[in-house]
């Protein structure tokens, strides 16, 4: 493991530590000690004092070697490094609290077994502010008052980030909020980061999307009365106020007070009853939003519902699909997108492998909180690593330390490596990561079809000849490329000919592409084909449904292939097939694996494939077979899904 940092021993570690040790079946009668012998003959009681404080002596001189021996141990041990982790692990919010505890826990145990900090392990000590502001405040002064903190990553709702914030700017602590997008978490709290984005730019992102990608004129928005809901709002106000006209902005309040029924009646009805009120931004958390939802949707507002980042969440999806309505789930979810920082069925590269690892540790892939979390403790552990920390009782200079070093990272040179790219902080001391725009599908949130991404991303493309193609809009002085998002899955019909002489083997399958705009989607070619025969040809089975396009290809040939022998076990090969564009760069079509077969694990793939009636789906254009769609009842597990 320390020869290679990369080799999965570290992943197979950490399984085998929680299971219960057993001897193999081979050796079962040989694991017990044996018997003890024989009592020896009894001694006259004289002899038997005397033996007895020998013993005694000698147990006590053992004794206090062992002592002596462990508190020099225990000196040689580096000191542990503390980072305190403050999340709403109860009350309203439990769900977000509780996924970023998951993601902090499992990124730091692949930190500590590489190492920690400097060869120092990183201690987690974990509080629950309820998601309540007061609480919130009294577990800040007992971080600052038990002193061993470092550093602290939390909280995660605004209300309660700006509660402690002044505790912790008091007392020297630098504090990282995976998942508080207030503006005024950081506005005026050089102790305070963050690693995300703000309301301000998500609230503008909004804006841009709807008037580009849904070419929406006029648009309205409710919010709570909290500091999430305001400046969610008003960013949104702002930046659309540019691009078109807003409509209405109504305020429902807070939600803790009386007769928040009758006031959410008005605002939708305020909406409802304007046939030029156009999209509806939903600017609140989840309680607020499930009741104006279902009200929209009774008052006949059947267009699109666009949240933010506290409603990107299959949990608060769930909870609409139960309410009173349950047969109008479907209604009450369709048109409904959601944006985020980061969507788990688009990710790539190392990113895709831990959210995998993750899942394999905790049954589903991460959500945008756990991977904000991660992002948090990457950040975090870089800082204490530059500042040098590593007492177990951090003083005012050592503190002060890891603030400087979260502050140098203010630029791409100076940032740190996350899985998810480089990230660093703005001037408001928050990550400048673009939004994800999300969209409810089949009961869970998905990445949209269209994205629109910063233009960094996009080499060599003209931004002014991009805007006036309508390739690309303006967001909050960022120049953002419409992005194609290709959900895409494969079908093995067979696998064979493995050659590990020639590096190549054959291959027949289903290919099927879900896209919404250009059909040049499909223009992709087999990169490692070991012949220039291999291509899609035509499409078996083609059909369109709500904008989004189904396209089923059957392919077959000979690929090359990267076998690998210097690991154990050797019988263990990855056959790629790779796929690529000839027509885009990454930066505007993506192709992510479909979010089901990434969330099916193998023993359910295998229980599928025996199925000897495939269930019908809701495919677009009707029921078909499953391997016409996207979830083939033999398809196979999901490292076979495709890979960008």
């Not at 201690?123 to 550093?151: Q, S, W, Y």
Request: aromatic fraction near 6%; glycine fraction near 8%.
């Amino acid at each position: 493991m320390a020869a290679n940092p990369e080799s999965e021993a570290h992943a197979r570690l950490r399984r085998v530590r929680k299971g219960t040790s057993a001897p193999p079946p081979e050796v079962e009668d040989f694991a017990d000690p044996p018997p003890p012998p024989e009592p020896a003959p009894e001694r006259p009681a004289w002899r038997r004092r005397a033996v007895h404080a020998a013993l005694a002596v000698t147990a006590a001189a053992v004794v206090a070697a062992l002592v002596v021996l462990s508190l020099r141990l225990a000196r040689d041990e580096p000191a542990p490094v503390h980072v305190a982790v403050v999340a709403g692990l109860s009350g309203p919010g439990a769900e977000r609290g509780q996924a970023v505890l998951r993601g902090t826990r499992f990124h730091l145990d692949q930190i500590n077994s590489h190492g920690g900090v400097a060869g120092h392990p990183v201690r987690l000590l974990v509080h629950d502010d309820k998601d309540d502001p007061e609480t919130a405040r009294r577990v800040a002064r007992k971080i600052v008052e038990d002193g061993r903190a470092a550093l602290v990553v939390g909280h995660t709702v605004s209300g309660t980030a700006l509660a402690a914030g002044p505790v912790y700017a008091g007392a020297g602590i630098a504090a990282i909020t995976p998942t508080a997008t207030a503006d005024a978490v950081t506005r005026d709290n050089p102790w305070f980061f963050r690693a995300t984005f703000t309301n301000g730019y998500q609230g503008a992102f909004i804006a841009g999307y709807l008037n580009s990608v849904e070419k929406a004129r006029t648009a309205s928005v409710i919010h709570t009365d909290t500091d999430y809901g305001r400046t969610l709002a008003d960013g949104f106000r702002k930046a659309f106020g540019g691009l078109g006209r807003v409509r209405h902005t109504e305020s429902i309040g807070r939600v803790t007070d009386p007769g928040l029924g009758r006031r959410i009646d008005k605002a939708v009805a305020a909406v409802a009853e304007d046939a030029s009120a156009g999209p509806v931004v939903l600017a609140m958390h989840e309680d607020a939003a499930e009741r104006t939802l279902v009200a929209l949707r009774e008052a006949g507002v059947r267009g699109t519902v666009v949240g933010g980042d506290a409603l990107s969440n299959d949990a608060f999806v769930a909870r609409l699909r139960k309410t009173p309505q349950e047969k109008k789930a479907e209604a009450l979810t369709r048109n409904l997108y959601v944006t985020s920082p980061l969507m788990a069925d688009s990710l790539t590269g190392e990113a895709l492998n831990w959210a995998e690892s993750f899942r394999d540790d905790n049954g589903s892939l991460p959500s945008w909180p756990a991977m904000a979390a991660q992002t948090s403790i990457d950040v975090a552990i870089e800082a204490l690593k530059r500042s040098g920390v590593s007492a177990a009782r951090p003083g005012a200079p050592e503190r002060q330390a890891v603030r400087r070093s979260l502050e140098s990272m203010n630029s791409p040179e100076k940032g740190v490596k996350c899985l998810q790219g480089l990230m660093y902080f703005d001037a408001a001391r928050s990550l400048p990561q673009p939004v994800t725009m999300g969209v409810v599908r089949g009961g869970k949130v998905v990445s949209a079809a269209i994205q629109l991404m910063p233009s960094d991303t996009a080499k060599g493309l003209d931004a002014a000849t991009e805007i006036a193609a309508d390739r690309s809009v303006r967001v909050a002085d960022q120049v953002l490329v419409r992005q194609q998002i290709v959900s895409t899955g494969f079908n093995f019909n067979e696998v064979s000919a493995l050659d590990t002489e020639a590096e190549t083997f054959e291959a027949d399958f289903f290919l099927w592409f879900r896209y919404r705009g250009s059909d040049d989607a499909t223009a992709v070619d087999f990169v490692n084909a070991a012949d220039s025969d291999v291509s899609l040809g035509s499409p078996v089975r083609s059909s369109e449904r709500e904008g989004i396009k189904y396209r089923l290809y059957r392919v077959t040939g000979t690929f090359k292939a990267s076998l690998d022998f210097h690991q154990f076990p050797f019988d263990r090969q990855h056959l790629t097939i790779a796929l690529q564009n000839h027509k885009y760069s990454a930066s505007q079509v993506v192709y992510i694996g479909d979010r089901k077969l990434l969330e099916q694990d193998q023993a359910e793939a295998r229980a599928a494939a025996a199925t000897s009636t495939p269930p019908s789906t809701g495919c677009p254009g009707g029921s078909r077979p499953a391997w016409t769609c996207t979830r083939p009842p033999w398809a196979a597990p999901p490292h076979w899904a495709i890979r960008p």
